[in-house]
């Protein structure tokens, strides 16, 4: 704990300084201190216990790796890197800081409760292929095809796929899509190729991309650099020889029907699952670790809580204990007496607030329906979702 406390410590320092020096005009030195800012609160997270500056930290890393990705970009956009459509030199590259975070999760799925369904499929296939390789070596199955996680937004996609990298042993290389993009010309190829190469480079590893939707759409629908990104995927991932690298690849989307039909070809993403809201277990769960470092009165019935929040998101549910613990602290910063929060507190944060993959799976029936794609996601197109108690 003391140990995370002063590299957070640290990192506050080089972030304040970098932000002195990005507004006074000198970005490369910013660049590099808010890079170093990230790293320390990337590695705090990772030695801290306390969940609340475990998500903290790894809030503010990803913030800083945007800020100096924002750096970067401006560096390239008036350094006249680019002449006659062709890249000069590397000034349009990313540093792997920019690109991704590396780490091996904390999280396992005993730390995910419910969805017993969905993590065995996730077992059955991302987890056996690299503890069983041997075994699937012998019955002729390609081991570590890509997996595709959908599902409505808020319900643990990415904490899927870091509990499937904990239980593997892998590395987590999470990709920033968004930094993926370039408008250099052959760039963005360049920075997917150099994710694969890392990757490849790292032993057993896991690449994640988070939102996938956003580089690689259909490239009927897309602008010209949109379908070389996608074609630069396609190669990166026909070159993925599990018979000799320990890499797979994992993405996540609220948009499976926007992504390339190339890309969820057999070899490639050839295994979509899905990602539903918490069923009862998990959101007991959920509550649960909300509530563990809250004052909760007696009378709070988590089991309860749980039963009237069907069809509620993780997102939601985090959403609704935030708001109820701001009824209490709102009267105690008001002279109040402080108090524990109650049952009432709760019933009326869900009062206030319904669920949010309601309007989700509105818009995803009516897309599947004009792509036509409903055998691909009649799982979707059968749900029932209630709007809230």
């Known amino acids: 704990m003391a140990a995370s406390s002063s590299m957070a410590a640290e990192a506050r320092g080089y972030a304040k300084v970098a932000k002195e020096l990005e507004d006074s005009g000198e970005l490369e030195r910013a660049r590099t201190l808010y890079l170093k800012a990230a790293k320390l609160y990337n590695e705090a997270s990772k030695t801290t216990t306390d969940d609340t500056d475990r998500n903290i930290q790894r809030d503010l890393a990803e913030h800083l790796l945007e800020r100096a990705q924002s750096i970067k970009r401006t560096q390239v956009q008036y350094s006249g890197a680019v002449k006659d459509n062709k890249t000069v030199g590397d000034e349009s590259s990313l540093s792997n800081e920019d690109l991704f975070l590396k780490q091996v999760p904390e999280v396992g799925f005993a730390d995910i409760g419910g969805l017993e369904n969905v993590k065995e499929e996730i077992r059955k296939s991302i987890i056996y292929p690299f503890t069983h390789k041997e075994l699937y070596k012998m019955y002729g199955q390609k081991a570590g095809e890509g997996i595709l996680l959908y599902g409505p937004p808020g319900c643990g996609k990415t904490m899927m796929a870091k509990a499937a990298a904990k239980e593997c042993s892998a590395d987590f290389i999470s990709v920033k899509?968004?930094?993926?993009?370039?408008?250099?010309?052959?760039?963005?190829?360049k920075n997917i190729k150099q994710v694969f190469d890392t990757a490849r480079s790292s032993g057993r590893a896991i690449i994640f991309f988070d939102e996938i939707d956003s580089?690689?759409?259909?490239?009927?629908?897309?602008?010209?650099?949109?379908?070389?990104?996608?074609?630069?995927?396609?190669?990166q991932m026909d070159g993925v020889d599990t018979s000799h690298d320990d890499l797979l690849v994992l993405a996540a989307t609220n948009e499976p029907w926007s992504i390339d039909p190339a890309l969820r070809r057999p070899g490639r993403f050839s295994k979509l699952v899905f990602i539903p809201e918490p069923d009862m277990e998990a959101r007991i769960a959920i509550f649960s670790m909300q509530l563990k470092k809250r004052p909760i009165a007696d009378d709070v019935d988590v089991k309860e809580l749980a039963r009237i929040t069907r069809s509620y998101s993780g997102a939601d549910i985090s959403a609704i204990c935030k708001e109820a613990?701001?009824?209490?602290?709102?009267?105690?910063?008001?002279?109040?007496?402080?108090?524990?929060?109650?049952?009432?507190?709760?019933l009326q944060a869900i009062k206030q607030r319904k669920t949010s993959i309601l309007s989700w799976y509105i818009s995803a029936k009516d897309q599947i329906m004009r792509t036509g794609e409903t055998d691909a996601f009649e799982n979707i197109l059968r749900r029932e979702v209630d709007a809230g108690e």
């Open 177 to 189: 899509t968004s930094s993926i993009v370039s408008k250099w010309v052959g760039a963005s190829e």
């Open 215 to 235: 580089i690689a759409v259909r490239r009927s629908e897309g602008e010209e650099y949109a379908k070389r990104v996608v074609n630069e995927l396609l190669a």
């Open 325 to 346: 613990a701001d009824i209490p602290l709102g009267e105690a910063l008001r002279g109040g007496e402080p108090r524990k929060i109650k049952m009432q507190d709760f």
